[in-house]
C-alpha cells in the first residue's frame, strides 16, 4: 500500500547491533502499529500507537522499543539485534474516526535478518 | 518473493472453481472479523470484513460466513483466479484491558493453477 511505507525493505545486520526501522503514512490516521511475522505463524503485535503521545506495548515487546515521533511517523528500535528477530516486520495504520476502526493498512513490510 | 510461511496449510484449486478457506477463532467476545491476503512481498491487504451480528456478508467475488456457535470464519471466493494466489488469515477483533486489538491466524496458501 503506498500510503504506508516502510524503509529499510530489506536489512542485513549481525547480533549486538541497534537498528532502527522506519514507517510513514500519508492516511492522516491516528493509530500506528508494528508487527512480527514468522514463518507458520500469524502476526504478532509488538507495540501500538494511538496518537503521538501515547505508546503501548503488544504481546512481544521485549527488546524492541519505539518512537512516535509525528502522526504520520512510527519507528521501530531493535536495541541489540538477536538473531531470533529475524522476521519480517509490519507497520500498519487505522484511523479511529471511521466505522471500521479495527480496518488496519498495512506497509510492504521490512525483511530483517540478524546474523 | 518473500517467504511469508513455510508451513501454511495450503490450499490448491484450479482455475475458475470456488474457494472456501476456514479459520477458527478463539474469543467468542469478538465483535468483528477480517480477512486478510497477502500476496508474496507484500503487507496484507483487506479483503472483508463481517461484524458479529451478521452471518453472512458478500463483496465482488467473495463471501465472508460466520458462525458464533462453533467461532468458526470462512471466506469463499467464486470462479477463482490465478491472481487470487496468496497467504489468506482471518483476523478477530478482541478487547484487551480497553484497547481493541486484532489477533490475526497463523494463514492458508492458496494456489491457482491455470
Known amino acids: 500500500d503506498a500510503d504506508v511505507t516502510q524503509t529499510p525493505r530489506n536489512r542485513i545486520t549481525k547480533t549486538g547491533k541497534r537498528i532502527m526501522l522506519e514507517c510513514s503514512q500519508t492516511?492522516?490516521?491516528?493509530?500506528m502499529y508494528w508487527y512480527r511475522q514468522d514463518p507458520g505463524l500469524g502476526l504478532r503485535l509488538i507495540y501500538y500507537s494511538f496518537d503521538v503521545k501515547d505508546i503501548n506495548k503488544g504481546e512481544i515487546s521485549d527488546g524492541y522499543s519505539v518512537s512516535r515521533q509525528a502522526q504520520a511517523k512510527f519507528s521501530l528500535s531493535l536495541e541489540s539485534a538477536i538473531p531470533n528477530q529475524t522476521a519480517l516486520y509490519f507497520c500498519a495504520t487505522s484511523d479511529f474516526g471511521t466505522s471500521t476502526p479495527d480496518e488496519q493498512f498495512f506497509g510492504p513490510g521490512t525483511r530483517l535478518t540478524v546474523l | 518473493g518473500e517467504s511469508v510461511g513455510l508451513h501454511l496449510p495450503t490450499l490448491s484449486v484450479q482455475e475458475g472453481d470456488n474457494s472456501i478457506i476456514n479459520c477458527a477463532y478463539s474469543n467468542s467476545a469478538s465483535d468483528y472479523f477480517i480477512w486478510y491476503k497477502q500476496e508474496s512481498g507484500k503487507g496484507p491487504q483487506f479483503i472483508i470484513d463481517i461484524r458479529s451480528n451478521m452471518d453472512k456478508r458478500q463483496g465482488q467475488r467473495v463471501t465472508v460466513l460466520l458462525n458464533k456457535t462453533v467461532k468458526h470464519l470462512s471466506l469463499q471466493i467464486a470462479a477463482t483466479q490465478p491472481g487470487d494466489s496468496a497467504v489468506y488469515f482471518c483476523a478477530e477483533n478482541i478487547e484487551d484491558t480497553g484497547f481493541q486489538k486484532l489477533v490475526f491466524g497463523t494463514g492458508t496458501r492458496l494456489l491457482v493453477s491455470p
Open positions: 492516511k492522516g490516521h491516528d493509530r
